[in-house]
């Protein structure tokens, strides 16, 4: 196409103008090819806008029209400028639909972007602090989390907040002081962040924090992103320091605590390529979402639900079949965890009604 319209923008190519050329000097495009000593094909293209104007081209009309050079260079230079311009304004509407899907009041409450209503501002301002050229590459099921779903058009805005949410997590991460990773140190804290379950966040989180970050581990405590689904998420930002990302979602301190540990395996693990991320199941999601490895996530699974609870004293517990409130609080402090943690693993057995009266005793927490 010789011109491109957009709106209230047209971009003439150069071979707008060099048509009127050769209507003026009244030549067919063939003759007109031959005195300019270029090929049919090369001045078909030209005309055509399928082939840009070059230097070389732009030299010999200047010495066969007697004009400058910098007059023909400045056609393109002007037709090249409006067609980005054209580019840049279909895709800010292309993005304006992406934002949409994004709660842009999470970010600015995080004071990560400025408040503003105007929606182009808002695309400006996340574009640059979710690094990316364009919002619509957040949908990417490849970019951060491994994500798979067999309806794209309809769950892509779960994918569009899971990679904003990571992303988040990775630039409150990169201001992080850790130490260099130490996976025996790690595994050597796993009893006194055991124990931590017990204490209210306003005792336990900085020093969880601290002691975490002499593993090598930044923990990054995030508000739950509307529309992502993830509960945690793990990354590795170099050999030497490893992400591990989560939210208070429900708010409940026994669902924090297994997302925690079950994030932490994942760490021990050890698979530095591999981004995992933990996210609400529902029967019927068809969205994936995490390293695609399911011995991994069940590993994970097992390893949070059996070192909170271990399983032969849980089992000897539940035999024994007596969930009042007296006998649970005693059994939590038996094996040294939060009682919130005893009674939302009795529920999700099936041992205890979730209306029952025991979930008034489930802690809330307000975490990030």
């Excluded at 509407?93 to 105007?118: H, M, N, Q, W």
């Excluded at 182009?120 to 099921?141: D, F, H, I, M």
Aim: glycine share 4%.
């Amino acid at each position: 196409m010789s011109k491109v319209e957009y709106k209230d923008i047209i971009a003439f190519h150069p071979g707008y103008y060099v048509k009127d050329v050769i209507d003026d000097l009244e030549m067919s495009q063939c003759e007109f090819a031959k005195r300019l000593e270029i090929t049919d094909k090369t001045i078909s293209k030209l005309l055509s806008g399928e082939a840009p104007l070059s230097k070389e081209i732009a030299k010999k009309m200047s010495q066969m029209l007697g004009t400058s050079v910098e007059v023909w260079l400045e056609l393109q230079k002007k037709y090249e400028d409006k067609c980005c311009q054209i580019e840049q304004l279909q895709e800010l509407e292309r993005e304006t639909k992406c934002l949409g899907d994004i709660d842009y009041s999470y970010f600015s409450k995080l004071k990560a972007v400025a408040p503003t209503k105007d929606k182009k501002e808002k695309v400006q301002n996340l574009r640059k602090y979710l690094q990316v050229a364009s919002l619509c590459t957040l949908g990417k099921p490849d970019l951060l989390a491994a994500c798979k779903t067999s309806v794209p058009e309809v769950e892509v805005k779960h994918v569009i907040n899971a990679n904003a949410w990571i992303q988040t997590g990775i630039n409150f991460a990169k201001n992080m002081v850790c130490e260099p990773f130490n996976e025996k140190k790690l595994k050597n804290s796993l009893m006194e962040i055991r124990q931590m379950t017990m204490q209210d966040p306003t005792v336990f989180y900085t020093r969880l924090e601290k002691m975490l970050a002499e593993c090598g581990v930044a923990l990054v405590a995030l508000p739950y992103l509307k529309n992502s689904g993830i509960n945690g998420a793990v990354k590795w930002l170099n050999n030497d320091k490893v992400l591990l990302l989560i939210n208070d979602r429900k708010k409940a301190a026994d669902l924090f605590w297994f997302a925690l540990f079950h994030e932490l395996k994942h760490i021990l693990q050890n698979r530095k390529k591999a981004v995992y991320i933990s996210y609400e199941h529902k029967s019927d999601s068809k969205l994936t979402l995490g390293a695609d490895d399911a011995a991994s996530e069940n590993d994970a699974n097992e390893f949070a639900a059996n070192f909170l609870l271990p399983p032969k004293q849980y089992q000897k517990f539940v035999t024994a079949g007596d969930f009042r409130e007296e006998k649970v609080k005693s059994f939590a402090e038996e094996i040294g965890v939060g009682q919130g943690i005893v009674i939302g693993r009795l529920q999700h057995d099936g041992y205890v009604d979730w209306q029952d009266k025991l979930s008034g005793l489930r802690e809330q927490y307000v975490i990030g």
